[in-house]
C-alpha cells in the first residue's frame, strides 16, 4: 500500500505513483540517468530482474521482515528512490512517502516507528540533532544511508546511536544502487564494506574495485574506487579520477579530509570544504583547501591557516594553498561536486 504523507508535493506523489503503477503492470526495464562514478554520465535501461535481485540481496543482509512499514523519504527520480519502493514491494510493506527534505522523519505521523528507511547523510544529520527524531530513529529496525559520504563528525554520532542498526551503502546506478554495505554501530561497526551475498569483486592494476553479480547482469562494473580489498570485503580509499600527484606523491583527498576536518573546525572555519590539486610549476600539483565562505580569507590569516595546518598534519598532506568560494556546488543528495 502506498500512503502519501502531508509533506509530500505533487512532484513527489506524481514520482513514486508513476513508478509503483508501471512496476506492478510488470515493466520489464526502466530508464534511470547514471551519476558519472563509472564513466560519462548517461542514460541506461536496467532490466527489472536486476532490481528484484538487489531488494532480495538487501533484504537478507539486513534480515528485513515481510508485513511491516516503511518511510519513503528518497525521489523516485533516482535510482536509490527506486529502489526503496521496490524493496517494499517486494517485502509487502505498507509505503509512506514523504518530501525528501532533511527533516523527513519528522512528518511520520504514526505511534510507532517505521521498521526502516533509507536516508542520505543531510536527512541523517538533521535527524541526529533533534531529540525527538533520535528517539524516533532509535525504535527503527535499520536505515540504509547512502548518496553521499559521511563526514568524520557525522560517523562519530552513528557509532553512539543504540537500538537501530545504521548501515553505510556502496554503488552506483550501474549495480542498481549499493552492492555492499558496513554498519556504522555497534559491536559490528566497521571500517569495511561487505558485498552482498552473490557477488564478487576484483580490482584492477590501479587499485580500482570490480564487482559482479546478480545486480549487474553477471557483467564485471568497473568502478574508479580505489580500495583495499580482502575476499568479499573492501575498505574504500576513494576516487583515481581525485588523485593528487604533488611531489612524485599520489594522496587521496577524501583520506585527508578526514584528516583535516577536526582541525579546521578548531580553527573555527565553516565544515564544508574539500581538498583539490591544482598545477604547480614545481610540484605537479599542490594540495589545495577550498573552502565555503563568502569572502576570501585575508592573506595575513590565510598564511596562518596554512602554517597552522603544517605543523599538525604529515609531510605532504598539508594545504599549500586556500580558496574559497561563496557556495560548494553539490548533487541533490549533498555530495560536493569537485571542480
Not at 502519501?4 to 513527489?12: C, N, R, V
Request: negative net charge; hydrophobic residues 40%; aromatic residues 6%.
Amino acid at each position: 500500500m502506498l500512503t502519501f504523507l502531508p509533506s509530500a508535493s505533487e512532484p513527489t506523489r506524481a514520482a513514486a505513483e508513476a513508478f509503483v503503477d508501471a512496476w506492478q503492470a510488470g515493466q520489464a526495464t526502466v530508464d534511470q540517468q547514471t551519476s558519472g562514478s563509472t564513466g560519462t554520465p548517461k542514460s541506461i535501461a536496467i532490466e527489472r530482474t536486476r532490481m528484484e535481485a538487489s531488494a532480495d540481496a538487501t533484504a537478507q543482509a539486513l534480515g528485513l521482515q515481510t508485513g511491516r512499514q516503511a518511510l519513503i523519504c528518497l525521489s523516485a527520480d533516482y535510482i536509490g528512490g527506486k529502489m526503496a519502493l521496490v524493496r517494499g514491494l517486494r517485502l509487502g510493506w505498507d509505503l509512506y512517502v514523504a518530501e525528501p527534505g532533511a527533516y523527513a522523519l519528522a512528518d511520520w505521523d504514526l505511534p510507532h516507528a517505521p521498521y526502516h528507511a533509507s536516508l542520505v547523510p543531510l536527512q541523517l544529520e538533521a535527524t541526529l540533532a533533534e531529540a525527538d527524531l533520535r528517539r524516533r530513529l532509535q525504535g527503527m529496525h535499520s536505515v540504509l544511508i547512502g548518496g553521499a559520504p559521511l563526514s568524520p563528525g557525522l560517523e562519530a554520532a552513528c557509532r553512539g546511536m543504540a537500538g537501530v542498526a545504521l548501515y553505510h551503502t556502496f554503488g552506483m546506478t550501474e549495480t542498481v544502487s549499493h552492492v555492499a554495505l558496513r554498519r556504522l554501530n555497534g559491536p559490528e561497526a566497521s571500517d569495511w564494506f561487505t558485498l552482498l551475498p552473490g557477488h564478487q569483486a576484483r580490482t584492477d592494476a590501479e587499485g580500482c574495485l570490480a564487482v559482479c553479480g546478480p545486480t549487474t547482469g553477471g557483467q564485471w562494473v568497473q568502478t574508479k574506487d580505489q580500495v583495499g580489498l580482502e575476499g568479499d570485503r573492501f575498505r574504500w580509499l576513494g576516487r583515481a579520477d581525485f588523485t593528487i600527484n604533488t611531489g612524485g606523491v599520489k594522496l587521496q583527498p577524501e583520506g585527508l579530509e578526514a584528516e583535516l576536518a577536526p582541525l579546521l573546525e578548531a580553527f573555527g572555519l565553516p565544515a564544508a570544504f574539500y581538498l583539490i590539486g591544482r598545477p604547480d610549476e614545481r610540484l605537479g600539483q599542490a594540495v589545495t583547501l577550498v573552502l565555503e565562505q563568502p569572502t576570501p580569507l585575508p592573506e595575513a590569516e590565510a598564511e596562518y591557516l596554512l602554517r597552522y595546518l603544517a605543523e599538525r598534519l604529515p609531510r605532504f598532506h598539508a594545504p599549500r594553498r586556500v580558496e574559497a568560494v561563496a557556495q560548494l556546488p553539490r548533487t541533490p543528495t549533498g555530495k560536493i561536486k569537485r571542480g
